[in-house]
Structure formats: C-alpha cells, structure tokens
C-alpha cells in the first residue's frame, strides 16, 4: 500500500521536475534530433504558441514538448487513480501463516478480475505474482493463475502447479488433482499418473484422489490396471462405508465397461455380507437385476427378499417393499405373489403408505372438502325461519 502511495507521490514529483529541467537546460540537449526536429515543424506552423511564450521560440518548443508528455502523465495518474481503492485494501502484501482475512481474500480477487479485464499481460502476471505471496496457502489463486496462463502462456502453467504443490500446498489435495487432469487433458498421462500416486502416499485414504487414479487408467484402456485399483481400494478402505462405496463403483465399472455383469453381482454380495446395513448396495443389485434381459423374476425376488428380511432401517425397507409392489405389478407372473406383497406391506405401514405419491387434484379436493366442513353455516332469515 505504501509503495503505491509513494507511486502516486513520485509520478507527481517527477512531473514537475520535469518541467524545471527543461526550463534550465538547452532545447536541443534536451530532446533526441529527430523530435527536436518535429517540435520545430510543429513551431512554425504555430504562431499562437509563439506568441504565447512571448515570442520566444526556444520557450515554445519546450513547451510543446511539455505537452506531449503531460499526456503520458496525465495517463499514469488515471491508472493510478483506478487501482487505487484496490491498494488501500492490501492490508497484508507479505506471507505470513496466519489466515487472511474473507474482506482481503475478496479484494485480491477482485483486482485480479479488474486487471485482467484491462488486459495489459506485463501488469497482470506482475499482480499475480504480488498475490501468490500474500495468498501463498490459498488453492484458487493458484488455480486462477494457472487457468490464466493456460491461454496465453502454456509453458509456464506446469512451472505454477509445480511451485505451489511441491512448496506452498504439499498438503492441500484440490490443487493436486486439478494438476493432475490437466497433465491428462494436455497430453501426459504418465505425469498425472505420478502426481495423483504421489499425493496418495501423503493421503492414502483420499477417495476423489483413488477414483481419478482408476478412472485416469480407464481413459487409458488399462481396464485390467483399473480393476485391480478398485479391489485395491476395496482392500484398504478405512471404513465400511468406504469399501461400501468402492464396491458400488467397482460393480458399475465391472457392468459398464467390461460388460462381466456376474462378477459385478458377486462384488456387490460381498459388499452387503460387510455392510448389511447400507440400502444404497441393495438397489444397486436390484437396478443389476432389473435390467437384465429378459429380466429374471425369481433373481430379483430374491435381492428383495434379502433385504426386507435384513436389518435396514424401517423407511429403507418401506421404500423397498413399496418398490417390490411396483415391480410385481409391471414384470410380475404370478397375481398370488403380488396380493400377499400387497397386504404386507399394508399391514407393516398402513393402507396411506402404500400409495406412496397422492395425485395433486385429489389431494386439493379432499383439502377443499375438509375446509368447508369447518365453516359454520348462516343463520337462516327471520322470514325463511318463519315460512320453515
């Protein structure tokens, strides 16, 4: 801030040094031949400035040369006139390990926006380098930097994310893998293969870094290496929620992409014999089944089986059994199965539940209905009393 006042001061300053310089000194010492040589072109053809320098013609030219850059400084006072409300805000143009302030991280984010926008790169690159020191341990600048330079400069982008995860952010995982698909994305898989196992090594139970590693050997056509990082996954998780999860992916990859549907069913089984609990794992074998063609009736009843007679939470089971009526009813052969499905779940959550979804006329008549009962009727007029 106080180097930018000091800006402000010294254009100023200089200015009318200037002015006294030329004052002193020889017109002919002070300006190169060639615009020596124009501001007597531009003399001649200028009797009023003669004429306003008391016919000095000397004075004359030095005042036309004044002129020339009394533009110039007029320009650097405007420039700084327009960054000025920005500087007053740099509280902090050091490094320092305390947080910045959100009214500081704002206000560098701001000027960033409004330089770019005035488009002069020397300027910009020199503000992005001022606000990497202040804002060293803040991710998004060096991603707005990096995006900034992609653009206009892609030479430097990889020297940016190389600064700020092997110094500033070894510990930050965003930046990394953001990194990470852009070495991808421009060509070197080899590189985001390394910076997504390095970041592993200092997070290995990171699961968006575990997942853009597999997907990373997918895009590839390393299907074989694919698989054998999901199961790697699915052996290391830290939870069973995690292993859970690593289950469901490894199960759509399986279906999905390898086309081996049975093995993708026997992923999610072992799944539900670690995580009993976890519904998501039963419609995921359900959606497995259900989409199989022809579909095979008895192997999705005995998915729903399963899981009605596990130990999911009630409203899980309810949303199953209501999804078990809902497949008799479109894929079932047997109208036996569909009555007792039927009457079960009426008699575990009552006749209102099995409905599920009411039709939004219905459900405004029967409000309307209810609303009119409640008004008490008027009483009759005397004569209609009296004719009763």
């Not at 992409?257 to 026997?266: H, L, M, P, S, Y």
């Not at 959550?349 to 008549?365: E, H, L, P, Q, V």
């Amino acid at each position: 801030k106080m180097g930018f006042v000091c800006v402000g001061v010294l254009i100023l300053k200089f200015f009318v040094r200037f002015r006294e310089f030329v004052r002193l000194y020889p017109t002919n010492q002070i300006f190169s031949a060639e615009e020596y040589e124009s501001l007597q072109g531009e003399v001649a053809g200028d009797a009023a400035a003669v004429t306003a320098a008391g016919g000095d013609v000397d004075a004359a030219l030095k005042e036309k040369g004044v002129q020339r850059r009394q533009v110039i400084h007029q320009h650097a006072e405007d420039e700084v006139r327009k960054r000025w409300s920005y500087e007053e805000n740099v509280k902090r143009p050091y490094f320092h390990v305390k947080p910045l302030e959100a009214f500081q991280l704002s206000n560098w984010r701001d000027y960033l926006d409004f330089e770019i926008l005035q488009g002069n790169e020397e300027r910009i690159l020199v503000l992005f380098e001022r606000c990497l020191i202040a804002c060293a341990l803040y991710e998004d600048y060096w991603i707005k930097y990096a995006n900034y330079l992609e653009s206009r400069r892609p030479e430097k982008v990889k020297d940016v994310y190389r600064r700020a995860c092997t110094i500033h952010l070894r510990h930050k995982p965003n930046i990394h893998l953001t990194w990470a698909l852009y070495e991808e994305a421009t060509g070197s898989p080899d590189e985001a293969f390394r910076v997504l196992s390095n970041l592993l090594k200092s997070f290995p139970g990171l699961i968006a870094g575990r997942l853009q590693l597999i997907n990373l050997e997918r895009r590839r056509g390393n299907k074989d290496k694919a698989a054998s990082l999901y199961e790697k996954a699915i052996e290391s998780a830290d939870s069973a929620e995690d292993c859970t999860f690593f289950s469901i992916q490894y199960a759509t990859f399986l279906a999905r992409v390898t086309g081996n549907r049975t093995k993708a069913k026997e992923v999610l089984k072992v799944a539900l014999s670690k995580d009993s609990k976890n519904k998501r794992v039963y419609f995921q074998l359900l959606d497995f089944e259900m989409n199989e063609r022809p579909v095979n009736e008895l192997a999705v009843e005995n998915v729903f089986s399963l899981a009605l007679e596990s130990d999911l939470l009630p409203s899980a089971k309810q949303e199953l059994s209501q999804r078990h009526i809902i497949f008799l009813q479109q894929h079932g052969s047997d109208p036996v199965t569909l009555r007792k499905a039927t009457l079960d779940h009426k008699e575990q959550y009552g006749s209102s539940a099995f409905t599920g979804r009411k039709r939004k006329g219905a459900t405004t008549a029967a409000a309307a209905n209810q609303q009119a009962a409640k008004v008490p009727r008027a009483a009759p007029e005397n004569g209609a009393a009296a004719a009763a």
